[in-house]
């Protein structure tokens, strides 16, 4: 089982290296629907395996000049307040209740399909946002809205895992759209780092970490998304985030029925 583990963290690796989305939209279903985890454990593990990469991550962006680090502030105050109450309502609640974990199977497949939308309406969006620039937040409201969505992710996060991918980069789109790619990306990946560290700690605390299954997804994933980041120019975009788009459409499907 192990050797199948060290396998699906390659794969995942593999696929965000080649599309940019992040792991836990992939990795939390995969484990809770292939392996039989129990959604909590599931979460649990994949936030830790997400703090350890997008550290990594965020030394390159840092280095690049990339990261906006006034946005990742501003996403902090509101994300890390939220995930500390999060983690403190799954404790209180009994994460590891049958009941809970129903809930937190079905807020997985919730964020799932968030993430296809913002795969697939991403471009057009901010397309819009930019024809009506009349439209855009500025200033103390632009701040407030970016407070607010970074606890709206702060709680998806802690509770599903999914969200500071795919989701984050979006919104970021919409209230920033004159950044570049890069710099969505940079910030994105940034502000998910102290974000999914602290829900990592909080699962931890609550004992819903594998931490041998975390290990085994690490070793595969670490050469997986050096291989797909290597390789992403030789595929069509367009083709990869619609294949993604339609599997990620049917897990959460069989996440809900």
């Not at 599309?19 to 909590?40: D, E, H, K, R, W």
């Not at 103390?140 to 996060?157: D, E, N, P, Q, R």
Request: aromatic share 8%; with cysteine; proline share 4%.
């Amino acid at each position: 089982m192990t050797i199948t583990y060290v396998l699906s963290g390659f794969a995942v690796g593999l696929l965000v290296g080649l599309t940019g989305v992040g792991g836990g939209s992939l990795m939390t279903p995969l484990l809770t629907l292939l392996f039989g985890v129990s959604p909590t454990v599931a979460v649990g593990t994949d936030l830790a395996f997400a703090s350890t990469t997008k550290a990594a991550g965020t030394v390159a962006h840092r280095y690049r000049g990339t990261v906006h680090w006034d946005i990742v502030r501003h996403l902090c105050y509101g994300a890390l307040p939220a995930a500390l109450l999060a983690t403190i309502g799954l404790k209180y609640f009994g994460a590891l209740d049958k009941e809970i974990g129903q809930i937190i199977r079905y807020s997985i497949a919730f964020s799932v399909l968030l993430t296809v939308v913002a795969l697939l309406f991403r471009g057009r969006m901010q397309a819009w946002v930019l024809k009506h620039p009349e439209k855009q937040l500025q200033g103390t409201k632009l701040t407030i809205a970016t407070i607010v969505v970074g606890a709206i992710l702060g709680t998806l996060v802690t509770i599903s895992s999914i969200g500071a991918g795919a989701i984050g980069a979006t919104i970021l789109v919409l209230l920033y759209p004159r950044l570049s790619p890069a710099e969505i990306a940079g910030t994105d990946i940034a502000y998910a780092v102290p974000l999914t560290a602290i829900a990592a700690f909080g699962h931890w605390w609550l004992g819903s970490i594998n931490w041998v299954l975390l290990g085994a997804l690490l070793l595969g994933s670490l050469p997986g998304i050096t291989i797909g980041s290597l390789a992403a120019k030789a595929v069509p975009e367009k083709i990869l985030r619609g294949l993604l788009a339609t599997t990620l459409t049917g897990v959460a499907a069989k996440l809900v029925f």
